[in-house]
T-cell receptor
């Protein structure tokens, strides 16, 4: 089956810094989503982005489907950005496969 | 606007006990699914359903049972709980095949 790899696995930032999280996938995908899991465990939808670029405030995402990767950009990070960021992909059926996540800690 | 609702939020079981995790959605989504989340492993798909009366297995289906009698509800049953089933369980739904997934708040299960 498809493999989803996220990097880096862990990231520590000083508040105000920028970062880029990466998601590589091993096969063609029909959809791709980015989620943020906050310290209370809630999974929050960030982007539904099978291709192209989207922006939402300080966050933006780009998916290059032909090269099988997606990037999540966080600018001017805040302590509330801490948590785990997941990339999840679907290959045309109803199965969505998750990467192992990037754990982010933003220091005040 | 409830979205996806899971109950209970916390549960402790003894090995061999049975229980049902409830999941309900009020968005009229056809597709619903159950995931488990273990430390460092992301979310893994247990079972999914593409509509009332239709279910199928995901990556890790062993030890779990599901049914889908209505569009709104998709319960997950553990018939004989084992310590390896200690995990956080998430229910999700989506309107369309390959569409945006929406998650419930999770159910933390501990099996002693």
């Amino acid at each position: 089956g498809i493999q989803v790899e996220q990097s880096p696995p862990d990231l520590i930032l000083q508040e105000g810094a920028n970062s880029t999280l990466r998601c590589n996938f091993s096969d063609s995908v029909n959809n791709l989503q980015w989620f943020h899991q906050n310290p209370w465990g809630q999974l929050i939808n960030l982007f539904y982005i099978p291709s192209g670029t989207k922006q939402n405030g300080r966050l933006s995402a780009t998916t290059v489907a032909t090269e099988r990767y997606s990037l999540l950009y966080i600018s001017s990070s805040q302590t509330t950005d801490s948590g785990v960021y997941f990339c999840a992909v679907g290959t045309g059926g109803f199965k969505t496969i998750f990467g192992a996540g990037t754990r982010l800690f933003v220091k005040a | 606007n409830a979205g996806v609702t899971q109950t209970p939020k916390f549960q402790v079981l003894k090995t061999g006990q049975s229980m049902t995790l409830q999941c309900a959605q009020d968005m009229n989504h056809e597709y619903m699914s159950w995931y488990r989340q273990d430390p460092g492993m992301g979310l893994r798909l247990i079972h999914y359903s593409v509509g009332a009366g239709i279910t199928d297995q995901g990556e890790v289906p062993n030890g779990y049972n599901v049914s889908r009698s209505t569009t709104e509800d998709f319960p997950l049953r553990l018939l004989s709980a084992a310590p390896s089933q200690t995990s956080v369980y998430f229910c999700a739904s989506t309107l369309l095949q390959g569409g945006e997934l929406f998650f419930g708040e999770g159910s933390r299960l501990t099996v002693l």
